[in-house]
């Protein structure tokens, strides 16, 4: 995302990634696979959440009870409840599926696209790139007991195991080395009029360049 980011569109970005929201409310969170590796990887759905369930991309009116049960409509057994052009859009952030996906291995094309859809790679692409290179700082930044305490969740969702990141690329791990470096400048302050590109092309590094 960042190596591109002067080519990245957000507005262009944006209805994939609603795209993606739509359809883990409405579909892929009410489908025996996506329940099965959220049990296993022990995250809870929206719909299962004990404050707030959110059971579709548009919330209903009446109270979370008088919603008929997802694991119902999930068998074909009640149709989806109908939205209303009044029904205000449920807010549901995506991070912490990504990131319970990526730390425990399971973020393969099929799986993501089994939560997000079709869109997956133009919506939530951008920000599994982020979160896989996050995870590599994180393993690099701690200890293994830490990096487990920080992917922990409230709610009795604390993560069952780590793995090592998974299908890493040369040019991904070349990219987070390049992010990494820049980390370190900012640490020691080495941003703006002192970043090291700027002393590089900076005419007095040049002169001693040249003197040398």
Not at 29 to 38: D, L, N
Not at 79 to 99: D, E, G, H, K
Request: aromatic share 10%; net charge negative.
């Amino acid at each position: 995302m960042e190596e591109n980011h002067n080519q990245f569109d957000i507005l262009e970005w944006y209805p994939h990634f609603q795209s993606c929201v739509r359809y883990f409310l409405d579909h892929a969170q009410h489908s025996p696979p996506v329940q099965a590796v959220a049990a296993f990887i022990n995250i809870q759905l929206p719909f299962q959440k004990t404050q707030n369930p959110v059971v579709t991309s548009r919330m209903s009116g009446g109270s979370p009870s008088a919603i008929p049960s997802p694991t119902s409509r999930a068998a074909g057994k009640l149709p989806m409840p109908m939205a209303s052009p009044n029904q205000a859009p449920a807010v549901v952030t995506l991070n912490p599926y990504i990131r319970r996906l990526v730390v425990t291995g399971f973020d393969f094309p099929a799986v993501l696209h089994g939560f997000f859809g079709d869109s997956w790679a133009q919506g939530i692409g951008p920000m599994h790139e982020v979160e896989r290179r996050n995870y590599l700082f994180a393993a690099k930044s701690a200890s293994w007991l830490d990096v487990k305490a920080h992917y922990d969740m409230g709610e009795e969702q604390s993560i069952p195991f780590l793995r090592p990141l998974q299908n890493v690329t040369e040019k991904e791990i070349v990219n987070a080395e390049s992010n990494w470096s820049e980390w370190l400048a900012m640490q020691d302050w080495m941003v703006g009029p002192r970043s090291p590109e700027v002393e590089r092309n900076s005419p007095i590094q040049h002169l001693k360049m040249e003197d040398a």
